[in-house]
T-cell receptor, first 114, second 113 residues
């Protein structure tokens, strides 16, 4: 079965430190991968996506993600965390040949401490 | 562009009442999605439309739920009759194409008493 896993419910990082939010997937074929962020009482906002090409993708707010096909991972990273990065982060994947449905991870709560 | 617009932002109703949620997608976007978000089940796709035509409604939980898209700029999600377990945040999202990212509205927080 096709799936997306975000193995950490919560990630705590000190402000200024690098952060990583993990995502692994299980789909057949070459996936399309997405990261979204949700601030409290707001809708999800698109951060970045990987379709093809360079494995390192840069997105909004200084975030980047690296596609690793051998490890079937698409971890979200930022070199220096800000308190304002505190939010809920979702990974999503669209499998080729699917009916366009995105498969969503359960979300990871990121807490940046001053 | 104003982004995806949803109304109402909050809805409190009593069990058995009809609830109608509304969505205006971003102009020019051909895809429209309805999602439900709860703590227990996370983000669930209920139904999506392409060019106003429902493509996949397999996520609609029961016959009590129905969705329409009479034109490219308006969609509704209706629950009749509503039940307490329908309490959730309902999001509408639109996308310009099948390979593009989705743009979400602010959501409607539904509480069924």
């Amino acid at each position: 079965a096709q799936s997306v896993a975000q193995p950490e419910d919560q990630v705590n990082v000190a402000e200024g430190n690098p952060l990583t939010v993990k995502c692994t997937y299980s789909v057949s074929g070459n996936p399309y991968l997405f990261w979204y962020v949700q601030y409290p009482n707001r809708g999800l906002q698109f951060l970045l996506k990987y379709i093809t090409g360079d494995n390192l993708v840069k997105g909004s707010y200084g975030f980047e993600a690296e596609f690793n096909k051998s490890q079937t991972s698409f971890h979200l990273k930022k070199p220096s965390a800000l308190v304002s990065d505190s939010a809920l982060y979702f990974c999503a994947v669209r499998a080729p040949g699917s009916n366009y449905q995105l498969i969503w991870g359960a979300g990871t709560k990121l807490i940046i401490k001053p | 562009d104003a982004g995806v617009i949803q109304s109402p932002r909050h809805e409190v109703t009593e069990m058995g009442q009809e609830v109608t949620l509304r969505c205006k997608p971003i102009s020019g976007h051909d895809y429209l999605f309805w999602y439900r978000q709860t703590m227990m089940r996370g983000l669930e796709l209920l139904i999506y439309f392409n060019n106003n035509v429902p493509i996949d409604d397999s996520g609609m939980p029961e016959d009590r739920f129905s969705a329409k898209m009479p034109n490219a700029s308006f969609s509704t999600l209706k629950i009749q009759p509503s039940e307490p377990r329908d309490s959730a945040v309902y999001f509408c999202a639109s996308s310009p194409g099948r390979y593009n990212e989705q743009f979400f509205g602010p959501g409607t927080r539904l509480t069924v008493l």
